[in-house]
Antibody, heavy 121, light 107 residues
Framework: QVHVVESGGGVVQPGRSLRLSCAVS????????MHWVRQTPGRGLEWIAV????????YYTDSVRGRFTISRDNSQNTVDLEMNNLRPEDTAVYYC??????????????WGQGTLVTVSS | DIQLTQSPSFLSASVGDRVTITCRAS??????LAWYQQKPEKAPKLLIH???TLLSGVPSRFSGSGSGTEFSLTITSLQPEDFATYYC?????????FGQGTKVEIK
């Protein structure tokens, strides 16, 4: 059975840091890039970061570049998102997702249940 | 960045209706477009990739079409379980943005 489980969300003050973790089981991550996507009622779904399987490919959306860092441990099947200097507009449900790209880029075929991050004083 | 504009944002329909959602890209993205369905309190679910290829297990009443900048998702004979929010997403170049969503509600 496939499990993609995010953890680490919570309430944090502006300017502080938080680290999200994503643990994947029952699913191969070999060769697959992993992403973080967030969702808010006001801004909908927002792609924020990607890391390739060999970790050399990392890209971020403009609003988080320089503040967020995506990483992965292929031996543990985990993906992390280190979030620094958090802002109220970072408040969202954060999803860890697997990129399906056999042949060509297809989309996100596996999603976690999401973890809520609330940035508020 | 490539922007995706979905229309309509909200759609009220009845069981059995045919509905079409459009997604317009701000620049050409070939067929690097995916469609997702999201139900309340659930993560999105991938329905269609490559603009028109249904994932295994997705009912054939769903179909996608388009290339370049104009895309559509059509549901023929809407079923009760289809009432949800639908999103398009491009995979052409980073950032892989999503459309703002189309909520399909029961009339």
């Amino acid at each position: 059975q496939v499990h993609v489980v995010e953890s680490g969300g919570g309430v944090v003050q502006p300017g502080r840091s938080l680290r999200l973790s994503c643990a994947v089981s029952g699913l191969s991550l070999t060769g697959f890039a992993m992403h973080w996507v967030r969702q808010t009622p006001g801004r909908g779904l927002e792609w924020i970061a990607v890391i390739g399987y060999d970790v050399t490919r990392r890209y971020y959306t403009d609003s988080v570049r320089g503040r967020f860092t995506i990483s992965r441990d292929n031996s543990q099947n985990t993906v992390d998102l280190e979030m620094n200097n958090l802002r109220p507009e970072d408040t969202a449900v954060y999803y860890c997702v697997r990129e399906w790209s056999s042949g060509y880029r297809k989309g996100f075929d596996y999603w976690g249940q999401g973890t809520l991050v609330t940035v508020s004083s | 960045d490539i922007q995706l504009t979905q229309s309509p944002s909200f759609l009220s329909a009845s069981v059995g209706d045919r509905v079409t959602i459009t997604c317009r890209a701000s620049q050409a993205i070939a067929t690097y477009l995916a469609w997702y369905q999201q139900k309340p309190e659930k993560a999105p679910k991938l329905l269609i990739h490559g603009a028109s290829t249904l994932l295994s297990g997705v009912p054939s009443r769903f179909s996608g079409s388009g290339s370049g900048t104009e895309f559509s998702l059509t549901i023929t004979s809407l079923q009760p379980e289809d009432f949800a929010t639908y999103y398009c997403q491009h995979l052409h170049s980073y950032p892989w943005t999503f459309g703002q969503g189309t909520k399909v509600e029961i009339k």
